[in-house]
């Protein structure tokens, strides 16, 4: 949380939105453990 609050802090709104989506598609890839959104995206 330290990281995405310093990125928020410091990051122009669309680097830190990008990265937010991207970390979130590994994470919600690891606890479904599915990697078909890959796909669909």
Excluded: H, P, R, V
């Excluded at 609050?5 to 990051?11: D, E, G, K, V």
Aim: charged fraction near 20%.
């Amino acid at each position: 949380m330290e990281i995405l609050t310093f990125l928020l802090n410091n990051s122009d709104s669309i680097f830190t939105g990008i990265l937010i989506c991207f970390i979130y598609d590994k994470i919600k890839i690891t606890l479904t453990g599915n990697k078909s959104d890959l796909d669909k995206n």
